[in-house]
């Protein structure tokens, strides 16, 4: 993950895990590494980052990501059926 202002890039391709869910997302938002307002980039997915009941909230369009697990999976998916859909 690197920052620059106010964007955050994610530069990590996601691996399942069968072990205890760590949020990221909200140890960044404690850590103060990402704040409201900011953006994260992973691959040429933007969103941006709200707090909703004090939580970091990442949003792509109108749908809200509570994590970044959930948004990097999301995307994931997306590339890999449309890169298969020839």
Same mark, same amino acid.
């Given at each position: 993950m690197t920052t620059s202002d106010n964007t955050v890039e994610i530069r990590s391709? $996601? =691996?399942? *895990? =069968?072990?205890k869910y760590i %949020?990221?997302? *909200?140890q960044a938002f404690?850590?103060? +590494? +990402?704040?409201?307002?900011?953006? $994260? =980039?992973? =691959? %040429? $997915?933007?969103?941006? $980052?709200?707090i909703l009941d004090e939580q970091a909230v990442l949003?792509?369009?109108d749908i809200p990501y509570y994590s970044f697990y959930k948004f990097m999976l999301t995307f994931d998916k997306f590339y890999t059926s449309s890169t298969h859909d020839t």
């Open positions: 391709e $996601v =691996k399942l *895990q =069968k072990t %949020n990221y997302l *909200q404690k850590l103060g +590494i +990402i704040k409201e307002k900011s953006t $994260v =980039k992973y =691959k %040429n $997915v933007i969103a941006k $980052v709200s949003f792509y369009g």
